[in-house]
């Protein structure tokens, strides 16, 4: 006690009394200076633990084709989609993510209900790649470990590119549909050529939730609009079958572009400029899907806290 009293008096008096002090005295003096300083260290350090404004996460789910062979908007053909992302907050309320997305895209005419949709017999499955970028508006502030602001929906919006490859099933052989040409595209309609890659534009909505801080959940469900007709292999109408050239283990074009004659009774469909799809409208494809994803931390006080950093809780 002597020791306190004395720290607060001029330095001389202050000497004069660290001098009459036994050594134990001294270790437990030294020992409790320690114990406050790691303390008021540790307090520091928590005070200055921040999440940043970017985070990584994972998606799974599930994706629906939409397009000339299903006009109705069936769920037949439910599949299941995964993805991997990354976001970027730039304020409460407005955020970027850029996401990679998987998933198989199919459909099959005997799901319709419509005669002329059954008789077609047309079928395919497609495997998706997708690339995307898109902006998150939020309806209430977000800041994840902040109480206050746990829970928000919001809408989405973007634009992505994704890579595409039609394909059936015949004969117990799988095929390719883009290389066979199958609405004359190796026969003279050079126009109705098209490529693997096509651009996509995601619009939809959904809900955010911090689990704890650092850690969010979401919800969303998107559809992608997209700028081909093509994503089933189906667009416009047959050419007939005689621009064809003969069916071939190799090449079965003549089959694939009228499967209505697979069908016993049916009346063959495949006349030249009977129409074989629906070239008004491109195809499209729908993913809902659960995702989880992990703030970046740091303990370099921000210097925006509202733009760039979080503090966490």
């Known amino acids: 006690m002597t020791f306190i009293k004395g720290y607060t008096c001029n330095k001389y008096n ?10 134990q005295d001294m270790r437990k003096v030294f020992g409790i200076v320690f114990l406050m300083t790691f303390l008021l260290n540790s307090s520091k350090m928590n005070a200055q633990s921040y999440f940043t404004a970017n985070e990584l996460g994972v998606s799974i789910g599930a994706s629906q084709y939409f397009g000339d062979l ?3 908007y069936g769920f ?25 997305n998987y998933t198989v895209v199919g459909y099959d005419d005997k799901y319709n209900t419509i005669p002329f949709e059954v008789a077609r017999n047309l079928n395919f499955k497609s495997k998706v790649i997708e690339l995307s970028l898109q902006a998150e508006f939020n309806f209430f502030r977000f800041i994840t ?10 809408l989405t919006g973007g634009i992505g590119g994704f890579y595409y490859n039609p394909y059936t099933t015949y004969n117990g052989r799988t095929y390719d549909l883009r290389p066979l040409g199958t609405e004359g595209q190796n026969a003279g309609y050079s126009n109705r050529k ?5 651009v996509c534009f995601p619009i939809g909505a959904g809900v955010k939730y911090w689990l704890r801080p650092g850690v969010n959940l979401s919800f969303e469900i998107a559809d992608r609009v997209t700028l081909t007709d093509y994503l089933d292999d189906v667009s416009s109408t047959y050419v007939g079958s005689d621009l064809f050239p003969r069916n071939t283990i190799a090449n079965p074009a003549k ?10 009774g ?26 989880i994803s992990f703030n970046f931390t740091t303990y370099k006080c921000p210097a925006f806290m509202s733009r760039e950093l979080i503090k966490s809780y």
Do not use: W
């Open 14 to 23: 202050l000497v004069t009394v660290d001098l009459i002090l036994s050594t």
């Open 70 to 72: 299903n006009e109705h």
């Open 76 to 100: 037949q053909t439910v599949a299941p989609a995964y993805g991997l992302y990354a976001r970027r907050r730039m304020n409460s309320y407005i955020a970027l993510k850029l996401s990679g």
């Open 145 to 154: 470990g902040d109480r206050s602001f746990r829970f928000t929906p919001y």
């Open 194 to 198: 098209y490529s693997n890659f096509a």
């Open 255 to 264: 089959a694939l572009q009228d499967r209505s004659v697979e069908i016993p």
């Open 266 to 291: 049916n009346t063959t469909l495949g006349r030249a400029g009977k129409q074989r799809g629906n070239a008004s409208s491109s195809d499209q494809y729908l993913m809902a899907v659960f995702s």
